[in-house]
């Protein structure tokens, strides 16, 4: 084993703090090949697939993999942008403003942003932050719910690149924001936005990406994270128990996931006799394949067939000024006593040394 060269040491160099924000990954393009080679370094993850390696990578790879990048590359060209898959120029655009933000507060930190699966990855920007000076770093899973399957897989993508450095910078890591004040109220503004645009339907859905439902039962908070952040927003709207539901989309395999699914529920309100339902998903902070697809189209299909009359997709929180700011809120509270003031930056060795005769001479500093 050989460790990372490490930038000669600078004695009086002031130590930077950099942030980085990590979210899941999505394919380099809307192509067979290139969702297959991004399906297939996710789908090995063993934090995302618990079934023993020897059975599940032929699955994977004689199965899974010949058949899903197709039809999975299919649904990405459908939501594709000029610029990118939403995925990737939400969660850029998110670290700029969230640079910006810190700075007109005076906070002077390098924001920077990963895909734990893809492009770009965890090392090189860890890497990036290292080079332009950050001892300390603070990293930022974009998943509100904490969930073994994604947070703590972030966690292992950060340990693994620190396991090839030689000096390794001072971390911290942002386990979960599922209650976080100003993350409701982020959430809050932008459905009574979408309400004062567009008028308020008959009822509101929650739809939280789901999870094996074992894991809940082997002891993954995810579940009541989701159903907490749903009991927070719904008395923040005001809203009563009949007003709003909650469900699970984006059941993957034959295993129980967490239960009621999203297709279902669509589907049963519809026959509840809901005529205008509006969809919104609080534990994807950017819209992405899983929103854009499956909720804004699928989910509009399945619940206009099964008799409903019209249904909004609210879109996620992406550049939602009240989202940046929790995210400063976030990132202040976790960065507190790190140099990062603009008053507060250590002063070069030199400079201090200087400063300290001039103060034991009686001179003004
Ligand atoms: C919001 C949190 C997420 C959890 C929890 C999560 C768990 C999870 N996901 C899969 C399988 C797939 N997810 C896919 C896409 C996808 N998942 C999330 C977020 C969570 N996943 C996002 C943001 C996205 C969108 C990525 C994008 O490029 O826009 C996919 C790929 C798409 C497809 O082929 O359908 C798969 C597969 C599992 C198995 C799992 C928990 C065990
Ligand atoms: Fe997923
Ligand atoms: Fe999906």
Same mark, same amino acid.
């Given at each position: 084993?050989?460790?990372?060269?490490? #930038?000669?040491?600078?004695?009086?160099?002031?130590?930077?703090?950099?942030?980085?924000?990590? &979210?899941? +990954?999505?394919?380099?393009?809307?192509?067979?090949?290139?969702?297959?080679?991004?399906?297939? !370094?996710?789908?090995?993850? #063993?934090?995302?697939?618990?079934?023993?390696?020897?059975?599940? /990578? *032929?699955?994977?790879?004689?199965?899974?993999?010949?058949?899903?990048?197709?039809?999975?590359?299919?649904?990405?060209?459908?939501?594709?942008?000029?610029?990118?898959?939403?995925?990737?120029?939400?969660?850029?655009?998110?670290?700029?403003?969230?640079?910006?933000?810190? +700075?007109?507060?005076?906070?002077?930190?390098?924001?920077?942003?990963?895909?734990?699966?893809?492009?770009?990855?965890?090392?090189?920007?860890?890497?990036?932050?290292?080079?332009?000076?950050?001892?300390?770093?603070?990293?930022?899973?974009?998943?509100?719910?904490?969930? +073994?399957?994604?947070?703590?897989?972030?966690?292992?993508?950060?340990?693994?690149?620190?396991?090839?450095?030689? &000096?390794?910078? !001072?971390?911290?890591?942002?386990?979960?924001?599922?209650?976080?004040?100003?993350?409701?109220?982020?959430?809050?503004?932008?459905?009574?936005?979408?309400?004062?645009?567009?008028?308020?339907?008959?009822?509101?859905?929650?739809?939280?990406?789901?999870?094996?439902?074992?894991? /809940?039962?082997?002891?993954?908070p995810y579940h009541c994270q989701c159903l907490k952040t749903g009991r927070?927003?719904?008395?923040?709207?005001?809203? &009563?128990?009949?007003?709003?539901?909650?469900?699970?989309?984006?059941?993957?395999?034959?295993?129980?996931?967490?239960?009621?699914?999203?297709?279902?529920?669509?589907?049963?309100?519809?026959?509840?006799?809901?005529?205008?339902?509006?969809?919104?998903?609080?534990?994807?902070?950017?819209?992405?394949? !899983?929103?854009?697809?499956?909720?804004?189209?699928? +989910?509009?299909?399945?619940?206009?067939?099964?008799?409903?009359?019209?249904?909004?997709?609210?879109?996620?929180? &992406?550049?939602? *000024?009240?989202?940046?700011?929790?995210?400063?809120?976030?990132?202040?509270?976790?960065?507190?006593?790190? #140099?990062?003031?603009?008053?507060?930056? *250590?002063?070069?060795? !030199?400079?201090?040394?200087?400063?300290?005769?001039?103060?034991?001479?009686?001179?003004?500093?």
């Amino acid at each position: 084993m050989s460790y990372a060269t490490e #930038p000669t040491f600078q004695h009086g160099s002031a130590p930077r703090v950099g942030v980085l924000l990590v &979210n899941l +990954g999505t394919p380099d393009a809307p192509q067979t090949d290139a969702v297959r080679r991004y399906l297939a !370094e996710f789908l090995s993850d #063993p934090r995302v697939v618990e079934i023993p390696r020897a059975l599940w /990578l *032929p699955i994977l790879h004689g199965i899974i993999l010949r058949v899903r990048p197709a039809k999975s590359a299919a649904k990405y060209a459908s939501v594709w942008t000029p610029e990118g898959s939403p995925l990737a120029v939400w969660t850029r655009k998110q670290a700029t403003l969230l640079q910006g933000y810190l +700075g007109e507060r005076g906070e002077q930190v390098v924001v920077s942003w990963a895909m734990r699966y893809g492009r770009p990855d965890m090392a090189g920007a860890l890497d990036q932050l290292k080079q332009q000076g950050c001892d300390r770093i603070l990293v930022l899973p974009m998943y509100p719910q904490y969930s +073994g399957t994604t947070t703590a897989s972030v966690w292992d993508g950060l340990s693994d690149w620190c396991a090839t450095q030689r &000096n390794l910078p !001072e971390i911290r890591f942002v386990k979960q924001h599922h209650d976080d004040a100003a993350y409701i109220d982020a959430l809050a503004a932008r459905v009574t936005e979408f309400w004062q645009r567009e008028g308020r339907g008959d009822h509101l859905l929650l739809s939280f990406h789901g999870v094996p439902e074992r894991t /809940l039962h082997l002891g993954d908070p995810y579940h009541c994270q989701c159903l907490k952040t749903g009991r927070l927003l719904r008395e923040r709207l005001g809203l &009563n128990k009949d007003q709003m539901s909650l469900s699970f989309q984006s059941r993957f395999g034959k295993a129980k996931w967490l239960e009621p699914y999203t297709e279902a529920t669509l589907k049963a309100l519809a026959k509840r006799g809901v005529k205008h339902l509006q969809v919104f998903c609080p534990g994807f902070p950017a819209d992405c394949l !899983e929103t854009l697809e499956e909720i804004a189209i699928e +989910g509009r299909h399945d619940f206009l067939q099964a008799g409903g009359q019209r249904y909004d997709h609210i879109p996620c929180l &992406n550049d939602h *000024p009240a989202w940046i700011r929790a995210l400063v809120d976030i990132v202040q509270r976790h960065v507190a006593g790190w #140099p990062t003031r603009r008053e507060q930056q *250590p002063r070069p060795a !030199e400079l201090e040394g200087q400063r300290l005769q001039a103060l034991a001479m009686g001179a003004k500093a």
